[in-house]
């Protein structure tokens, strides 16, 4: 029979990767979840994938402790953008990019599920000419995951922030 401290420790050491680095207490800024994202999705760069899920982990963590569940607080939105224009400062483009992918494009999908709507963009009614279109952030988020993704650099669009809630910031995602 095992002693239980040994059991717990099988138990612990038999968790997924993510689930023991990011442990049970959630990221509480965007600069946490950033500061656990950046080793690992440096790591990823260079071939190492031991520690793949972390950075998934502390978004939907982060998010999940912040916001709620997905899609739960209309303030979530600028929340999500604020998260996503600091994780896509962790990308790099070109060759590095195209042999090791990294989870990065699914840490950014992960936080537009939290996105509460589509910020009017499915409205019925046409927007007055003396407005500006409306902005689909989810979709927005999701064309930055996929330009991670596909190993690209170019201007992805524009998503609402809280540095800038009224005015969209222009998100080009480019090397550091």
Excluded: H
């Amino acid at each position: 029979m095992r002693k239980p401290a040994t059991f717990l420790l099988s138990m612990i050491c038999s968790l997924p990767l993510a689930a023991q680095a990011v442990g049970a207490v959630a990221p509480m800024t965007i600069p946490l979840v950033v500061q656990a994202c950046t080793p690992v999705i440096d790591a990823e760069y260079k071939g190492d994938k031991t520690q793949w899920g972390v950075c998934i982990a502390a978004t939907q963590s982060f998010l999940t402790g912040v916001v709620g569940p997905p899609a739960s607080t209309d303030n979530t939105d600028k929340t999500v953008g604020d998260l996503v224009l600091e994780l896509a400062k962790l990308y790099r483009d070109g060759d590095v990019c195209k042999a090791n992918p990294t989870e990065l494009p699914d840490a950014i999908s992960a936080a537009a599920t939290f996105i509460v709507g589509t910020s009017e963009a499915s409205s019925s009614a046409p927007p007055d000419a003396s407005e500006s279109a409306p902005i689909d952030q989810k979709a927005l988020i999701e064309q930055i995951s996929t330009t991670i993704k596909d190993c690209q650099t170019v201007e992805t669009g524009a998503i609402e922030t809280e540095a800038v809630p009224t005015v969209p910031s222009a998100l080009a995602v480019s090397p550091n």
